[in-house]
């Protein structure tokens, strides 16, 4: 099983579509507090479709409790910083992929914990600064699916 996180996540059709993703996929969707929205959110149930229902999604009040909460689990961290390509990771099951918010990314206080081999960059053209979350986070995940085999996965 794979661990989706998103770090304080601001837009609530980003987390519903991840939420839709987590249900597809059979990967645990992690959200770290504080959100940018309710999870009562309209957008949010409108993106996630009737899919949260059969989403394994946990909450965390911070990123310290999110740690107490899954110890010792291999974390790569995505980042438009990061010198490696997430093609060059070799995933496996019960790894964490972790994305921060829309407009911040990942702080530098949780970037610092993960080793420099466990961060890991989306190829973008020249001068562009970001993908949109949900598609970044979809990529990832699929990646490490297919690395996996696809499980359950038809």
Same mark, same amino acid.
């Given at each position: 099983?794979?661990? =989706?996180?998103?770090?304080?996540?601001?837009?609530?059709?980003?987390?519903?579509? =991840?939420?839709?993703?987590?249900?597809?996929?059979?990967?645990?969707?992690?959200?770290?507090?504080?959100?940018?929205?309710?999870?009562?959110?309209?957008?949010? &149930?409108?993106?996630?479709?009737?899919?949260?229902?059969?989403?394994?999604?946990?909450?965390?009040?911070?990123?310290?409790?999110?740690?107490?909460?899954?110890?010792?689990?291999?974390?790569?961290?995505?980042?438009?910083?990061?010198?490696?390509?997430?093609?060059?990771?070799?995933?496996?099951?019960?790894?964490?992929? =972790?994305?921060?918010?829309?407009?911040?990314?990942?702080?530098?206080?949780?970037?610092?914990?993960?080793?420099?081999? &466990?961060?890991?960059?989306?190829?973008?053209?020249?001068?562009?600064?970001?993908?949109?979350?949900?598609?970044?986070?979809?990529?990832?995940?699929?990646?490490?699916?297919?690395?996996?085999?696809?499980?359950?996965?038809?």
């Amino acid at each position: 099983m794979l661990h =989706l996180v998103l770090h304080q996540p601001e837009i609530p059709p980003n987390t519903g579509n =991840l939420m839709r993703l987590a249900a597809n996929t059979g990967v645990t969707l992690h959200l770290v507090h504080p959100l940018g929205f309710y999870l009562r959110d309209k957008d949010l &149930q409108r993106a996630g479709l009737d899919y949260h229902e059969y989403a394994e999604v946990k909450e965390h009040v911070d990123w310290a409790a999110f740690r107490v909460a899954m110890p010792s689990p291999r974390i790569w961290a995505f980042t438009t910083k990061a010198e490696r390509l997430y093609t060059d990771a070799a995933f496996a099951g019960g790894d964490v992929l =972790l994305f921060g918010s829309e407009t911040r990314g990942l702080p530098a206080a949780v970037i610092d914990t993960i080793p420099t081999a &466990q961060r890991l960059r989306l190829p973008m053209q020249p001068g562009s600064r970001s993908l949109n979350l949900a598609n970044a986070a979809s990529i990832a995940v699929y990646e490490a699916w297919r690395q996996l085999g696809f499980g359950n996965g038809s």
